[in-house]
């Protein structure tokens, strides 16, 4: 066997493979990255870790899944029920801050991280009494079920499969890149968004200056339930939708946070994308089982070698050249 | 004249803000010696830098020729500096006497292990540190107070009692943060005559303080801030006629008028 | 300490000692001294807790997996390996503490939510494990132990998945075993009464003060000379280890373990405890395991009869975590100590100067 050349069609013929597990890779990816940017939202405005975060990607999840397709509910159509499932989160995210200012200037670590999984769990067992235990199966968002994108032989050798291309997963990163761009505005452009940058930046001055905290903390976890909600309404069709499947997206999404630097915006949506290939990737090429536990070894080790992140330890090194 | 503690160079910035910028000078051992400024010119950072409780952004502080900038807090109380704080910074959760026990923890041993299964000597090394303890609220005039609880005494005592607390771990370098704000003219009084008395038993004192009149009477040396900058340093008389002093004050009442 | 009067934690113990020991009398049915086992079980684990929320300020949230290291190297090393139990024990409390070392020592030079985000994951990984631990050694482990030269016999560790662990060993004394549950009862509420006067042990102690002293205020604490990241990572090996002691008790009191006695929400019901209990108190910690037990007995009992009221555990204990937080942070028993006491004295002598807000923050210029 000629070793060199039988290498290069192994790889050539795993590259449907290849391409096939970054575009899934991506779209779950998406989903870490504004679960990511849910996270980096509220701790920028008010130093807190919510550990609830993803319990608002499972009420985007479940509410949409019981307006649209659910036996008893209205079965409403999509483009309504979105947006329903978004303010369902938000109500949900405004209760949660406003419970949380007056803990908030106690300014106890410890009781804001206990009172935002007690919230979780409150969640939790309220969506587990609604919609029960069993996952349910979520209609994608739109009937054309993907495109096979058959790549050219050439490239390939003979007989080599066609990469899917779901439309939900189409949609999925569709969503996450309009959520970017739309926070993007609104923290540049609108006069609430830049009052959340100021409460960020200095929250004595921005009271000061005549900015309402309060208000701003509580509009802050509203926004960021809207993000969550969304990327649950999102992946559900893919994953499919359950009272439980919070705590995990939280977790990942926290994962990627932490890996992109806590309140760095760029940073926790490239390490969001980063973290669903090498999840996907790991999953196919190493072990299925321990898929989950791959994006935890990761958070340990940035923790271990990095606790401000990647992008700091990069850019730390260029700083010591 | 052997300078106990030196300062070279240091800077703290925040956010790009310099709080502290390129400031030097040297604390001479067995004075009083202060540090005064307007209000937000750095003084209680600075005082942070030296103690540990903020790392500087750069610069050096030398203390009996070992470099302790960047050390730990914990660290730099190990080379015998010790500190009280502007905003009282008190075990709240504890009485008088455990307050000052806490600050016998580098002057004792017992491990986790050993209070555990109280091996052999916890007991007897537990009745010393309390011994000690009252001994330092016997010096500052805290003694009747030793079993209330700290969040329970009054403002002066509180201060007092974190005196006594930062003296219990035997520094040679005491560090007091507005050691005088809040006080009574009595209790400045005494205040003043605890100073002299720690100063005479062989302890350097580095304060920072408001109160002109008391600085000006007490201190050997003087040293001005304005804006994170040294400005002046000398004797209280020198400082006093200092153009740049009298301006740095006179731009701050003229702010508050 | 005057030797004159006995100490308050003396006195407690004693009074432990003696109504665990007349409980029996009074509980007659011996079903019902199951859950009370349970009390001193989980008290064990929630005096650890309660000193690392307490006292460290820092919150686990992956505690049951300590509990599971515990029960799983108990139940294995017992029933697989022909260890004794005491001798499997200790080593499930070794494993424990050393991984609490590596789990701990980069997150507690951190911030609060760092260590809990990690014992989050930490917890979801060991869950992981436990339900997927493969049933043959993989491919490196058995190229290192084949270099290693391990007999080839050496069995390889099975934790036997979802569907758990049975026929684990009960506790014995030479020939005597603790098989009733009287027996139970007495052996783990030994345990318990230990474990209680070993860690009021250290909080009387130099150790236990510069605790305090950091729960108080860290900056002060840290300019005294305590090394505030040293004494967190010990508290928080101290309770992992107390965990596995629990989980080996456990273990070897019900003979049977399983993955969902150790998942993430158990982690979440002994935050639950320890906030009962009131933090920084570890007699609270009998209080808070005791009210969740019996909470879920009660639950259990009426589920019974109506179905669906089981369901709402998970929303009665959250309910109690955010408004016991909101509402009385000292915990219940503190809150209500306090207010009694304040009756008592008739609000003798206020206190002159509100206590300052302890915040991180240092004063900036």
Redesign the interface.
């Known amino acids: 066997m000629t070793e060199p050349v039988y290498a290069r069609k192994r790889i050539m013929g795993n590259l449907p493979d290849i391409l096939q597990l970054l575009f899934t890779g991506l779209a779950v990816g998406s989903i870490y990255a504004i679960i990511a940017v849910g996270f980096t939202v509220i701790f920028s405005s008010t130093q807190v870790v919510n550990f609830a975060q993803g319990e608002f990607v499972m009420i985007g999840a479940m509410v949409s899944y019981w307006l649209v397709g659910a036996e008893h509910g209205p079965h409403l159509p999509l483009l309504l029920a979105l947006p329903l499932a978004v303010l369902a989160a938000m109500l949900v995210g405004s209760a949660l801050g406003w419970v949380l200012m007056r803990p908030l200037k106690d300014a106890s670590v410890t009781s804001l991280i206990i009172i935002t999984v007690g919230a979780s769990m409150l969640m939790h067992g309220v969506a587990s009494l609604l919609w029960g235990k069993d996952p349910v199966a979520v209609a994608p968002f739109s009937n054309t079920s993907g495109y096979s994108l058959t790549l050219p032989a050439a490239l390939t050798g003979p007989h080599a499969y066609p990469v899917y291309i779901g439309t939900q997963e189409l949609w999925v990163m569709g969503l996450a890149a309009l959520v970017v761009l739309a926070l993007t505005f609104f923290f540049n452009r609108t006069m609430i968004g830049k009052a959340m940058r100021a409460v960020s930046v200095n929250r004595h001055g921005a009271r000061l200056i005549g900015i309402n905290v309060s208000r701003v903390v509580v509009g802050a976890f509203a926004l960021s339930a809207a993000i969550g909600a969304i990327a649950g309404a999102a992946i559900a069709p893919i994953s499919m939708a359950s009272y439980g499947m919070g705590t995990m997206l939280g977790l990942k999404g926290f994962a990627a946070a932490i890996v992109g630097g806590l309140g760095n915006f760029p940073g926790s949506i490239i390490a969001g994308l980063l973290l669903g290939i090498m999840e996907n990737f790991s999953a196919t090429y190493l072990s299925s089982q321990y898929k989950d536990a791959f994006a935890f070894i990761i958070l340990l080790g940035v923790l271990v070698i990095s606790p401000q992140g990647i992008v700091a330890l990069f850019r730390r090194r260029r700083a010591s050249v | 004249m052997t300078a106990l503690l030196d300062i070279r160079h240091l800077t703290r910035a925040f956010d790009g803000l310099l709080a502290v910028s390129d400031v030097s000078f040297s604390i001479a051992g067995g004075q009083i010696t202060a540090l005064i400024g307007p209000n937000g010119a750095g003084k209680s950072t600075l005082l942070n830098l030296v103690s540990g409780t903020l790392p500087p952004t750069g610069g050096v502080i030398t203390y009996q020729g070992q470099v302790i900038s960047g050390c730990p807090p914990h660290r730099i109380a190990e080379y015998g500096i010790a500190r009280t704080f502007q905003h009282v910074e008190l075990f709240m959760n504890m009485t008088a006497a455990e307050n000052v026990m806490v600050g016998r923890h580098l002057r004792s041993r017992g491990t986790l292990f050993s209070a555990m299964f109280r091996l052999f000597g916890t007991a007897a090394e537990e009745r010393r540190v309390r011994e000690d303890a009252l001994r330092f609220l016997e010096r500052v005039g805290l003694r009747e107070d030793a079993d209330t609880p700290a969040s329970a005494l009054p403002f002066g005592r509180q201060r007092l009692l974190e005196i006594a607390r930062a003296l219990a771990t035997e520094p040679k370098l005491l560090l007091l943060d507005e050691a005088a704000s809040g006080l009574s003219t009595r209790e400045k009084r005494e205040l003043v005559s605890l100073i002299y008395a720690i100063r005479d038993a062989g302890v350097t004192i580095f304060m920072v303080d408001h109160d002109m009149d008391l600085v000006m009477s007490i201190s050997d040396a003087v040293v001005v801030l304005d804006h994170g900058e040294k400005i002046a340093e000398g004797t209280p008389t020198a400082v006093q006629h200092d153009a740049r002093v009298i301006a740095a004050y006179l731009g701050e009442e003229a702010a508050h008028a | 300490?005057s030797r004159v009067r006995p100490s308050p934690t003396l006195i407690s113990v004693l009074l432990g000692i003696a109504l665990v020991a007349l409980a029996p009398c009074v509980v007659t049915n011996s079903y019902a001294l199951v859950p009370l086992t349970f009390i001193a079980i989980y008290t064990i684990l929630v005096i650890g807790l309660n000193m690392l929320?307490g006292y460290a300020?820092?919150?686990s949230?992956g505690h049951a997996a300590f509990f599971a290291i515990g029960a799983y190297t108990s139940a294995i090393l017992s029933t697989q390996y022909g260890c004794s139990p005491w001798a499997a024990m200790p080593a499930g409390m070794a494993l424990a503490g050393i991984v609490a070392l590596l789990?701990g020592?980069?997150?507690l030079r951190?911030?609060?939510?760092?260590l809990?985000?990690?014992t989050?994951?930490?917890g979801?990984?060991v869950y992981?494990?436990l339900?997927?631990w493969p049933d043959s050694p993989p491919l490196l482990l058995a190229t290192l132990g084949r270099l290693l030269h391990l007999p080839a016999s050496t069995p390889w560790p099975f934790t036997g998945g979802a569907s758990g662990l049975p026929d684990i060993p009960a506790l014995a004394i030479g020939s005597f075993v603790f098989h009733t549950n009287l027996q139970k009862f007495y052996l783990t509420w030994a345990f318990a009464i230990l474990a209680l006067l070993?860690?009021a042990?250290?909080v009387n102690?130099?150790?236990?003060?510069?605790l305090?002293?950091v729960?108080?205020?860290e900056?002060?604490?840290?300019?005294?000379?305590?090394?505030?990241a040293a004494y967190k990572i010990?508290v928080f090996v101290?309770s992992a280890i107390l965990a596995a002691l629990a989980g080996s008790l456990y273990a070897h009191a019900v003979g049977f373990i399983s993955p969902p006695t150790f998942n993430?929400?158990r982690s979440?019901d002994f935050?639950v405890m320890v906030?009962i209990g009131g933090?920084?108190s570890i007699w609270g910690a009998v209080l808070g395991a005791g009210t969740i037990v019996l909470l879920g007995n009660w639950l259990q009992d009426v589920g019974a009869k109506f179905p669906?009221l089981a369901?709402?555990?998970?929303?009665i204990?959250?309910?109690i975590?955010?408004l016991v937080?909101?509402f009385m942070?000292a915990g219940i028993v503190c809150t209500a100590r306090d207010a009694v006491l304040r009756r008592l004295r008739g609000r003798a002598?206020a206190?002159?100067?509100a206590?300052?807000?302890?915040?991180?923050?240092?004063?900036?210029?």
């Open positions: 300490m929320m300020g820092q919150v949230l789990v020592m980069p997150c951190l911030r609060g939510h760092y809990a985000m990690a989050l994951g930490f979801m990984i992981i494990l339900m997927e070993l860690c042990n250290i102690s130099r150790v236990g003060r510069a305090r002293a729960h108080g205020s900056a002060a604490a840290a300019t005294l000379g305590v090394n505030i010990h101290l993430f929400i979440v935050v906030v933090m920084a669906r369901e709402f555990d998970l929303i204990h959250s309910a975590l955010i937080m909101i942070p002598t206190p002159a100067a206590a300052p807000a302890h915040s991180e923050e240092v004063a900036t210029p």
